[in-house]
């Protein structure tokens, strides 16, 4: 197999750069309040979190056997997301007390670091002399991955390399630990992240090291013997009996056990999403900038094909991936059970990560309705509107009393979202997303600026010597209207590509007041506007936005003869606190009314939607468990809200597929 190396082969190059997190502004609209509770809510809490469960003090490598809080294996990447995410936050908008702890807290692992570089808290004390001896399972480059993205995203908020340093470091120890080299281990991590942060590390720093690990920790990723079986060789055991490859090999897993961490073949030989997802997700979105980086195409073409088994096969409506509870997993194509549905929030993060990567290719939309359609819907259903309870699964139909007798009740299923997790992941994910949102709105290439996103914001631009301003405002998703102000220093040639939306029939479009035919020049999904632009230019573009009923693919076994309700890029639900009980009764016949409505006092302000049902008649029953089937069906109507407010009132059920035509 061709081994990746770096700027050997230019025949690929992404062609987009995204406009930084820090050079753009949300203001106002539906996404500069939510950013707003994550600085004040979310980030203070999760602070609270790290700190009270001795995530933080575990830093100070003070923990002992019979201690509390015993350290977790990867308590350090709670840490370091969230340290990412004040970071991001910071450079928006200063704040003293925040930067002050994250001053402290980088203190304590400076401090935590050790001679050579490395840094872990746990194998510092929980299993001091055992470091990268079981790199398979125990998360130690995850780790280090999560805290080279914090060191750089706090470089690049304040300009300050005292954490950028102590991460090189460890990363130029990783790079003395691992590689092909006589006497270095040929392994890599059970758990992706490394490979991601390495490429991010090498941006910053310029330094080439940094990009050739990163390559290699992919290249060598299901080669044949496994590194895994090897490493467990020389822990003095049987690779055989390990307690994982047992339970994994039990399991219907047709591709093996390593297919769980993606080590069951070669990365650029895999073609279906197996195994954990969030690991698919981490994998794919650095599968994808090595290509950016390095022009081999060979790795955005893997990237491709398992997209397309991914957003074709295994995608819940709402961007969720991996159905299954414990394992947190892809299961098999059309298998996306609603209830029991797992769709881990982190998973749906990494799905936008890896849209956004796709999308730098070339300009292509189809990312960007993913992208759009996962932000919206299984990514920030992961929060409460208060922003500080979360959720790690996110089920597309829910009942309580699933859980209510249940004996063992597993937090991150409950319908209720919590304030924290023992494992944590989700919370600074989400919270790190939210933070530097404003990064996955526009992008720039030659002559040319993309909106992908319609969110009420500013940004300056450079393009060429001269400077541009790109406004939007707008009430997307709630209202179609979206008006674009471009102000360039001088009058100025560019080609401004306006998303219009999959989802979207009939856009229309007008500059300074005229309207623009744009239906036969939408190329990729973007409409293409070249033309002279002049201070104060003015774009309104309206997506008209009817409610749509949406039908899964006949094999989706789950949801055949059921509907679900969209509006523009939001899927809906329908919640008890609204319909009542027995949701699942509920049928939508063919030509239903369905009417959208702005209710300002709901749920932070939201569109509702209301539409004529049909249910039975439940008295016929009396007291019988089944009879036969004749019962009329009598009109209702129903109010389904945004899928990702849903739980923010009383528990009760939800459902977002629906009996209907
Ligand atoms: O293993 C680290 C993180 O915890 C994963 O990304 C999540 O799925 C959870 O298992
Ligand atoms: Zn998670």
């Given at each position: 197999m061709r081994e990746i190396k770096p700027n050997l082969d230019n025949t690929l190059r992404k062609k987009l750069t995204p406009v930084a997190w820090k050079n753009v502004k949300i203001v106002d609209g539906f996404w500069g309040p939510r950013q707003e509770i994550n600085r004040t809510v979310t980030l203070p809490a999760e602070y609270d979190q790290c700190k009270n469960t001795g995530r933080i003090d575990a830093l100070k490598l003070k923990w002992k056997p019979g201690d509390p809080n015993k350290p977790h294996h990867y308590w350090d990447s709670d840490i370091a997301k969230w340290i990412e995410a004040a970071a991001y936050s910071l450079a928006l908008k200063p704040d003293n007390e925040i930067e002050k702890k994250v001053d402290e807290v980088i203190e304590l692992i400076e401090k935590a670091q050790y001679e050579d570089g490395y840094?872990?808290?746990?194998?510092?004390?929980?299993?001091?002399?055992?470091?990268?001896?079981?790199?398979?399972?125990?998360?130690?480059?995850?780790?280090?991955?999560?805290?080279?993205?914090?060191?750089?995203?706090?470089?690049?908020?304040?300009?300050?390399?005292?954490?950028?340093?102590?991460?090189?470091?460890?990363?130029?120890?990783?790079?003395?630990?691992?590689?092909?080299?006589e006497g270095k281990k040929r392994g890599y991590c059970g758990h992706q992240e490394i490979e991601l942060a390495l490429v991010k590390l090498y941006r910053v720093t310029g330094e080439e090291k940094y990009l050739?690990?990163?390559?290699?920790?992919?290249?060598?990723?299901?080669?044949?013997?496994?590194?895994?079986?090897?490493?467990?060789?020389?822990?003095?055991e049987d690779p055989e009996?390990?307690?994982?490859?047992?339970?994994?090999?039990?399991s219907y897993l047709a591709a093996g056990p390593y297919a769980y961490?993606?080590?069951?073949?070669?990365?650029?030989?895999?073609?279906?999403?197996?195994?954990?997802a969030v690991r698919v997700m981490y994998m794919c979105s650095a599968m994808a900038d090595l290509a950016a980086e390095t022009g081999d195409k060979s790795l955005?073409?893997?990237?491709?094909?398992?997209?397309?088994?991914?957003?074709?096969?295994?995608?819940?409506?709402?961007?969720?991936?991996?159905?299954?509870?414990?394992?947190?997993?892809?299961?098999?194509?059309?298998?996306?059970?609603?209830?029991?549905?797992?769709?881990?929030?982190c998973a749906s993060i990494g799905l936008v990560f890896w849209a956004h990567r796709m999308l730098q290719f070339e300009g292509d939309g189809k990312y960007t309705d993913i992208m759009e359609q996962t932000l919206y819907n299984g990514v920030i259903s992961g929060v409460s509107l208060s922003g500080d309870s979360f959720f790690y699964a996110n089920h597309l139909a829910s009942h309580p009393g699933l859980y209510e007798n249940k004996i063992s009740r597993n937090p991150r299923m409950l319908p209720e979202r919590?304030?924290?997790?023992?494992?944590?992941?989700?919370?600074?994910?989400?919270?790190?997303?939210?933070?530097?949102?404003?990064?996955?709105?526009?992008?720039?290439?030659?002559?040319?600026?993309?909106?992908?996103?319609?969110?009420?914001?500013?940004?300056?631009?450079?393009?060429?010597?001269?400077?541009?301003?790109?406004?939007?405002?707008?009430?997307?998703?709630w209202d179609e209207k979206i008006e674009i102000?471009?102000?360039?220093?001088?009058?100025?040639?560019?080609?401004?590509?306006?998303?219009?939306?999959?989802?979207?029939?009939?856009?229309?479009?007008?500059?300074?007041?005229?309207?623009?035919?744009?239906?036969?020049?939408?190329?990729?999904?973007?409409?293409?506007?070249?033309?002279?632009?002049?201070?104060?230019?003015?774009?309104?573009?309206?997506?008209?936005?009817?409610?749509?009923?949406?039908?899964?693919?006949?094999?989706m076994r789950n949801n055949c003869g059921r509907i679900a309700l969209m509006r523009g890029p939001l899927v809906y639900c329908l919640e008890e606190t609204d319909n009542g009980k027995d949701l699942n009764e509920i049928f939508i016949p063919a030509g239903s009314t369905l009417s959208a409505?702005?209710?300002?006092?709901?749920?932070?302000?939201?569109?509702?939607?209301?539409?004529?049902?049909?249910?039975?008649?439940?008295?016929?029953?009396?007291?019988?468990?089944?009879?036969?089937?004749?019962?009329?069906?009598?009109?209702?109507?129903?109010?389904?809200?945004?899928?990702?407010?849903?739980?923010?009132?009383?528990v009760g059920e939800m459902i977002v597929w629906m009996q209907g035509e």
């Open positions: 840094i872990n808290t746990y194998f510092s004390v929980v299993e001091p002399g055992k470091r990268w001896t079981n790199v398979y399972v125990m998360h130690e480059l995850y780790c280090a991955g999560h805290l080279i993205e914090a060191a750089v995203a706090y470089y690049e908020a304040t300009g300050k390399r005292r954490f950028l340093n102590i991460m090189c470091r460890y990363a130029d120890h990783i790079d003395s630990v691992f590689g092909r080299e050739k690990l990163s390559c290699y920790f992919i290249d060598e990723r299901g080669k044949t013997p496994h590194f895994f079986e090897a490493e467990a060789i020389a822990r003095g009996k390990s307690p994982i490859k047992e339970s994994l090999n039990r961490f993606q080590a069951h073949l070669p990365v650029r030989e895999q073609t279906t999403a197996e195994g954990h955005l073409d893997a990237c491709e094909t398992l997209w397309e088994n991914v957003t074709k096969r295994r995608m819940y409506i709402t961007g969720g991936v991996g159905p299954l509870e414990g394992s947190e997993r892809f299961t098999f194509d059309y298998d996306c059970p609603n209830e029991s549905a797992y769709n881990e929030t919590q304030k924290w997790f023992e494992c944590s992941c989700c919370p600074p994910n989400l919270a790190r997303l939210t933070a530097s949102l404003g990064e996955y709105i526009y992008s720039k290439s030659e002559g040319e600026v993309y909106i992908h996103l319609f969110i009420q914001s500013e940004t300056e631009l450079e393009l060429g010597n001269k400077r541009v301003i790109l406004s939007q405002k707008t009430e997307y998703p102000t471009v102000s360039p220093e001088e009058e100025m040639e560019l080609t401004l590509s306006v998303r219009i939306p999959g989802w979207c029939n009939g856009a229309q479009l007008r500059v300074n007041g005229e309207a623009v035919a744009i239906e036969h020049y939408v190329d990729k999904g973007y409409f293409k506007l070249k033309r002279l632009w002049s201070k104060g230019d003015k774009i309104e573009l309206v997506l008209p936005m009817p409610v749509e009923k949406i039908e899964a693919h006949p094999s409505h702005f209710d300002k006092d709901m749920l932070g302000g939201i569109v509702t939607i209301c539409a004529d049902a049909l249910i039975r008649d439940k008295s016929r029953w009396e007291n019988q468990l089944y009879k036969r089937a004749e019962t009329p069906k009598e009109k209702i109507t129903v109010k389904a809200i945004p899928y990702y407010a849903w739980s923010n009132r009383k």
